[in-house]
């Protein structure tokens, strides 16, 4: 299908981008991407805002970010802006300075995420009331993030235990904690996908696929360099290859491979975080500095550039 020529938006000179939507399509093996369109929007909110109803069928969307040493909440609704009161964050260029930086994760429902920051791992809600999660079994270390996951009607955090398993700590009483995963190979990064079924981890050389409460090392999906495992709302999961010019997404339950979510022209793709919807997700560029930010529809490929920031997470209205 062709697609018409977009209209392009002037704010002063230069021109200002601060949205672009593309369609970009999602190969598969052997596939080749559908032809590229983007409208350039140079009125700031407003022009965001118009561009979000679009590309999401006029949802409520929202974007928490790091830009260190603050974080703030984007509206996508609306396209503004604000920074979260007396939260503060780390984070920069570098591997070392880029570990420090503190991979939010929304609840479910939007109303409030979890972030690392310090060696200490917070809830907190956008009016910037925060509190410590903290239990001695714990990993907080730089790099690693912690998910927020409904399981039982209860509130928890997911993430890697100091022993190489994936835990679950309840948010009402840290005391309790659940084992997820308990091969005690996992190495940092782990995730469990949306229906709670399945876990992604990174073992340190290669990235699995396992059921949740397993023991055993599960399904490898990767192959070559890899890194960066990231679970999706339903039962899919992916990892990050190298150079990053992709993410690679396959089935859970199998190790099925599905496809390519490609970076924008140009750019790496790093920090894929799918949203609480399935087909929405949110990543940065993160290479030399640039942190230029893309909500994602990743049955389409299309893109969204909502400005930049670190370590961003979406959160969709159903």
Known sequence: MKLKPLRAFFFGAPLLAVAAIAWLAVPGPGSRPAPVAEIMAGAPARELARCWEKFSGNRRGKVVFSRPPRMFILDLASGRENAIPGVETAGAAGRRARGASPRPSWAP??????????????????????????NSRMDRSDETRWTWHRRDGSDWLAGPSLDGDVILVKVSDPREVRTAYGGGNVRKHCEITGSGRFIVYDEGGAIFVVPFGGRGPGVRISRGQSCRPSAAADDRAAWLPSPHDRYRIFRAADGRFLGDLLAPPGEEIYRLN??????????????????????????TGARLFIGSGWDPDLWVGP
């Open 109 to 134: 429902d939007g109303e409030n995420f979890v972030y690392r920051f310090r060696g200490q791992v917070y809830v907190c809600s956008e009016s910037g009331r925060r509190r410590a999660v903290v």
């Open 274 to 299: 799918w949203s609480n919807l399935p087909d929405f997700a949110v990543h940065m560029y993160g290479a030399d500095g640039n942190t230029r930010m893309h909500v994602r529809r990743v049955s």
